[in-house]
């Protein structure tokens, strides 16, 4: 069965700080991975998709995310946080034919300035 | 409108009711999503509509669960004798098209469910 793993369920950085938050997947065929992020009081929104090619895919707000198919893993990095980066990430497979998505259990961020 | 609207924003029921949760997806989206999201979890797949068909229905939990979209456009999630464990986040998306491609989903903001 498919399923995505985060590991961190709660990270507290000060600004400036880097940030990596761990995603691990289990899904034996091609893998289409996305990170979404959840502002406080706002919906989901798309950070980085990777899809195929290069497995170093850049997103909005200077994050970035490295695909690692040995590893089935797919980690979220940012070398400097700020304090309105503070939210929840989903990590996310997509399965299927369609765009049904498999998430991860969440990641809260806490930026503190 | 610009985006994924959901109504109510917050429902409150007592155990055994039923209630109804709409979603109006961005026009001309093909594809609509409902998910849950319990306190503490990310979002868990309901079900899956492209236009007026329900292709996957295999993440409602139970019986109790019921969604349509009749006419392709606007979707309604209705839960039948609503449980405590039925208290939740349900989100709806909608995507472009029909198939899997290189597009995102837009999410609604949700309609938060209090079953008391």
């Known amino acids: 069965a498919q399923s995505v793993s985060q590991h961190n369920h709660h990270v507290i950085l000060s600004e400036a700080a880097s940030l990596e938050l761990g995603c691990n997947y289990s899904?034996?065929?091609?893998?289409?991975l996305f990170w979404y992020v959840q502002y406080p009081g706002q919906h989901l929104q798309l950070l980085l998709k990777y899809f195929s090619g290069d497995p170093l895919v850049k997103g909005i707000k200077g994050f970035e995310a490295e695909f690692i198919k040995s590893k089935f893993s797919f980690n979220l990095r940012k070398p400097s946080v700020q304090w309105s980066d503070t939210a929840e990430y989903f990590c996310?497979?997509?399965?299927?034919?369609?765009?049904?998505?498999?998430f991860g259990a969440g990641t809260r961020l806490a930026v503190h300035p | 409108g610009a985006g994924v609207s959901q109504s109510p924003r917050y429902k409150v029921a007592k155990r055994g009711q039923d209630v109804a949760l709409r979603c109006d997806p961005i026009s001309g989206h093909v594809s609509l999503f409902w998910y849950q999201q319990a306190l503490g979890q990310g979002p868990e797949f309901l079900t899956y509509?492209?236009?007026?068909?329900?292709?996957?229905k295999s993440g409602l939990p139970s019986d109790r669960f019921f969604a349509e979209r009749p006419e392709g456009s606007v979707s309604t999630l209705k839960i039948q004798r609503t449980q405590q464990e039925d208290s939740a986040v349900y989100l709806c998306?909608?995507?472009?098209?029909?198939?899997?491609?290189?597009?995102?989903?837009?999410f609604g903001s949700g309609t938060q469910l209090s079953v008391l």
């Open positions: 998306a909608s995507s472009l098209s029909g198939v899997a491609t290189n597009e995102k989903l837009f």
């Open positions: 509509f492209q236009n007026e068909a329900q292709l996957d």
């Open positions: 899904y034996g065929g091609t893998v289409n």
């Open positions: 996310a497979l997509r399965s299927g034919g369609y765009n049904k998505l498999i």
